[in-house]
């Protein structure tokens, strides 16, 4: 028998589609795919707005078709592309719609919010393997998404650095349980600070973020630690775990990407430079590792790893996210939904940063609680909350 470490055939290639190709975690995917032209090929591309990025990306990576959800750019689009024979498609539900071509075997979901939501479920349903770095999905429909992908018979790979630290750490330990799981967060560019220093601090603060160059959205998320909030919630529905198996431990430095905890006391972590590369590589090469270029870690260079409790009485927003996946139903999709429309607010300059959380425990308050939703009441309860969020940032 030849072992070989290597697809050296054109038929074992991987056909990746790339939905939000033209953010920070797509175009961190597209490095990794230049890179390893024998692995993988690309079958689709897509961006919201930002048409040129896409047309550069379509001309260099020459995929079957490329979707621009704004239709106004459509024109653009297909303009700078029609000497290639690449199918252009324009709107929303092209995005979901191309998710059923036969062509592609693995899907990047990396779209931000609640928008990725559809086109991942288009996706499972028509049984591609999921690379998962859109962890809203995962937040407002876990069950319905776990329940699918388990029908279909399709993994869900987290590209999540966290969450990849954990899978790499559960590979070969399929028949252990995970007895408890730690959530390693950076505690983002207020860690240690108090209510009252972050009363007056200012988006440019909040997105300059100490470890990470990422979309403005999880920049922010991070700073609220409510991307912690929302990774919690990902890891309930990626390991199958209790939240209260989920222990959240801020290390700075963000070398240790997260750690499990056996039943027999052992915990495993997997550590590397903050660097999103290696697990979006990790995701799209399981269960191989293909040699890569990234940088080492050098301990020489990290003299010091810190771990310390996070603060929640601060950063409240953590608590909410407990309280989402306590209470469960429609509830992680309404803290969504308002974390989404608060996090665009603040950055637009209409709430502080405390706001944040203060409009998200307002929404979580008053929208209507659905114990058991179906994906229709999923859809709804985020309309409305985004809705009456708004309306309630006009208060303000
Ligand atoms: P980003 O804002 O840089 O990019 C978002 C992408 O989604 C863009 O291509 C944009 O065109 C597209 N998009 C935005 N709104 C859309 C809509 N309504 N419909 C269709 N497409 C839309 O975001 P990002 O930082 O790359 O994050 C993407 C996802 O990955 C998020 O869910 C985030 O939480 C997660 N994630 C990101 C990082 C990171 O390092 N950036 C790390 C871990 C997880
Ligand atoms: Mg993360």
């Not at 498609?89 to 559809?118: Q, R, W, Y």
């Not at 927003?317 to 469960?328: D, P, V």
């Not at 429609?330 to 300059?349: D, H, Q, R, T, Y």
């Amino acid at each position: 028998m030849s072992i070989s470490n290597t697809n050296d055939n054109e038929s074992q290639k991987k056909h990746i589609a790339i939905i939000g190709s033209t953010g920070s975690i797509g175009v961190q995917a597209l490095n990794v795919i230049r890179r390893h032209p024998d692995q993988y090929s690309v079958e689709v591309l897509t961006a919201n707005t930002n048409a040129e990025l896409l047309i550069a990306q379509a001309i260099e990576f020459q995929p079957n078709t490329v979707v621009i959800v704004d239709k106004d750019k459509y024109p653009q689009v297909q303009q700078a592309l029609s000497e290639h024979d690449i199918k252009v498609f324009a709107g929303e539900k092209s995005l979901s719609d191309v998710m059923e071509m036969n062509s592609i075997d693995t899907v990047l979901t990396a779209v931000v919010g609640f928008a990725g939501l559809t086109p991942t479920l288009r996706a499972i349903e028509y049984g591609k393997t999921i690379a998962l770095a859109n962890k809203e999905t995962m937040v407002v429909a876990g069950e319905i998404v776990t329940k699918l992908a388990t029908q279909k018979n399709v993994p869900i790979l987290p590209v999540d650095s966290e969450h990849s630290a954990i899978f790499q750490s559960i590979v070969g330990e399929w028949h252990n349980p995970i007895e408890k799981i730690l959530l390693t967060a950076s505690g983002g560019p207020f860690f240690g600070k108090d209510r009252n220093f972050l009363k007056t601090v200012t988006v440019d603060d909040a997105l300059h973020h100490p470890n990470w160059s990422m979309g403005k959205k999880i920049t922010i998320d991070s700073a609220t630690l409510m991307n912690k909030g929302l990774e919690i919630i990902e890891a309930k529905w990626l390991f199958d775990v209790a939240p209260e198996q989920i222990e959240v431990v801020v290390h700075p430095q963000s070398i240790v990407h997260s750690l499990v905890q056996f039943r027999d006391g052992s915990v495993k972590a997997q550590l590397g430079l903050p660097n999103m590369e290696l697990p979006i590589h990790y995701a799209l090469s399981y269960p191989m590792r293909h040699a890569d270029s990234t940088p080492r870690l050098s301990f020489a260079d990290y003299p010091t790893l810190t771990f310390a409790q996070p603060d929640p009485d601060t950063f409240t927003c953590l608590a909410l996210a407990y309280q989402a996946i306590e209470k469960g139903g429609n509830m992680p999709c309404i803290m969504n939904a308002a974390n989404e429309i608060a996090v665009s607010a603040f950055l637009k300059g209409q709430i502080s940063f405390l706001d944040i959380a203060d409009t998200i425990a307002a929404a979580m308050a008053k929208n209507t609680f659905i114990a058991k939703p179906s994906l229709d009441d999923l859809l709804q309860t985020d309309k409305e909350t985004r809705i009456s969020t708004l309306n309630n940032i006009k208060t303000i």
